[in-house]
C-alpha cells in the first residue's frame, strides 16, 4: 500500500473507554510493517536537525535508514551508540519539541514519529534477545554513581562503555529511579520495558546496589576516603515535593503527586498489593504538568471523578499535548484558570472539598507565559475527598548537606558545569533533576551523557 509521505502512519492505541480500567499500556506500537512504511517517509536529510533536537545525539536519520531497509539489528546498534534506554525514550520522552519539532518533513506535514520507530527498535531489540555487550578492557578506574534513574543509568553505562569499573547507589529496593516510581505502568510498563532497560546497563558490566541511601548508610567522602572511588556521579534526581500553603493543606486526604505515584507505581497499589494507598471518589488534582496527568490518569483508574485543577489555559499546559489529548479522552475533566485557595475539611480532619478562585491571564511573567491573575469575588467550592498536590519537586537536601565542598544554589540544586557536570568538590560530577529541579527523562539523560564524557576526559 503507498505511503502518504505528508501524514504519520498512525499507531495503534487502547480504547479510551476500556483503557481508562485498567493499567495496560496505552499506545501498542508499530508492527514491523508500519515501522517500515513510517520509515520511508524520512528524507534522510544531510542536515539533520533532528539530531540536534536530540539531548543524546542520536543518530536519527541513519538509524530511521536502516528500520526502512528491514535491517532492525543495526538500527539498534545505531540508537545504542547513544542512548542506553531507548525502549524508555520511545514511550515517554517530549519528541515534538524536541527531534521531531525540528523535523524538516513537519514543515509541510506531519514530522516523522521518531519516538514510536525507537520504541520500536528498541522493542524488536529485547524481543529477539539483542542485548549490548560489556567491553572486556577495563581501565582501573572505579566510579560510583547515585542514584539509578535516567541521569545515573545513562552516566554509568556510557562509563562502562569506556572501560570504568562502576558501581551504582539506589536508596530505594528496586533500580530505575523516576521510571519505576513516577511514571505509571499504563504509559511505561516496569516489568517489560524498565526491568530490561535496567539488565541492559548490568549487561555493560555496571553493578548496582540498592538500599543505599547516600548521606545516611554511607556519604561522598567515605565513597571516595574509605571505599576508593576516584569520582562520583551524583544522579540523584529530585524527589522532594512542593505545596501551596493555603489552609488545610495537612488535612488527611492530601497527597503529593510523589507519594501518590511512588505508592502506586513502585509499591504496586493498582495490583491490590499489601500496599496502603487511600483510593478516593472524588479526586482534584492541582497543577497541569506531565506529573499531574500521571496522577490524574491513576487516580482515574482506581475509580474516582478526576478534575484537573491549572491556573492558566489549555495552550499554557505545560503537560505533552498527547498526555492532555489521552487524560481528556478517558475522561479527566480539566478545570482551567483556576486555582485552590484553601482546602475544606469534616469534623474527622478529612477533606471534604476545595474552596476555587477564576483566574484571568495578565502580562506575561519571567517564563515568557501570562501571568495568572485572580478574578475578585469568583470564588466557589467543589466537592472532593481527596486533593493531589503536583507542583514540582526540589531535590532532597540529605546528599549536599553531608558532603564537604559540595555547593547548591537558593532551590537546594547542587550547582554543576553545562558542559560536564563537574561540581565545587573535586571529583565528584553532578546532572539531571538534582542540578536542574524536576526535567524531563530525556534531558537527565543528556546531562547523565555530558558527566560520563567529563569523567572520562578527567583520566585521558
Known sequence: MAVDVLTKVPVSEQDPKVRATNFDEVCLGYTKEE??????????????????????????????????????????EVISESSALPAVCGRVCPQESQCEGKCI??????????????????????????????????????????????????????????????????????????LVYGIPEFRLPKEAVVAKEVENVKNLGVKIETNVIVGK?????????????EAVFIGSGAGLPRFMGIPGEQAMGVFSANEFLTRNNLMKAFKDYDTPIWRGKKVVVVGGGNVAMDAARTALRLGAEVHVVYRRSEKELPARVEEVHHAKEEG????????????????????????IIKMELGEPDESGRRRPVEIPGSEYEIEADTVIMSLGTSPNPLISSTTKGLEVNKRGCIIATEDTGA??????????????????????????KQAAKGIIEHFQ
Open 423 to 448: 561540581t565545587s568538590k573535586d571529583g565528584v560530577y553532578a546532572g539531571g533533576d538534582a542540578v536542574t529541579g524536576a526535567a524531563t527523562v530525556i534531558l537527565a539523560m543528556g546531562a547523565g
Open 332 to 355: 479527566v475533566i480539566f478545570d482551567l484558570l483556576q486555582n485552590p485557595t484553601e482546602i475544606l475539611t469534616n469534623e474527622e480532619g478529612w477533606v471534604s472539598g476545595i474552596k
Open 217 to 229: 548508610s554511607i556519604t561522598i567522602d567515605e565513597l571516595i576516603e574509605e571505599e576508593n572511588f
Open 105 to 178: 518533513r513537519g514543515i509541510k506535514g506531519d514530522p516523522i514519529s521518531i519516538g514510536k520507530l525507537e520504541r520500536f527498535v528498541a522493542d524488536w531489540a529485547c524481543e529477539n534477545g539483542i542485548k549490548p555487550k560489556e567491553n572486556p578492557n577495563k581501565n582501573g578506574h572505579k566510579v560510583a554513581v547515585i542514584g539509578s534513574g535516567p541521569a545515573g543509568l545513562t552516566c554509568a553505562g556510557d562509563l562502562a562503555k569506556a572501560g570504568f569499573d562502576v558501581t551504582i547507589f539506589e536508596a530505594l529496593h528496586e533500580a530505575g529511579g523516576v
Open 35 to 76: 515501522a517500515m512504511d513510517e520509515a520511508t517517509r524520512c528524507i534522510n536529510c544531510k542536515n539533520a536537525k533532528c539530531i540536534t533536537g536530540c539531548p543524546v545525539s542520536i543518530n536519527i536519520p541513519a538509524f530511521i535508514e536502516q528500520v526502512k531497509d528491514g535491517n532492525f539489528e543495526k538500527a539498534y
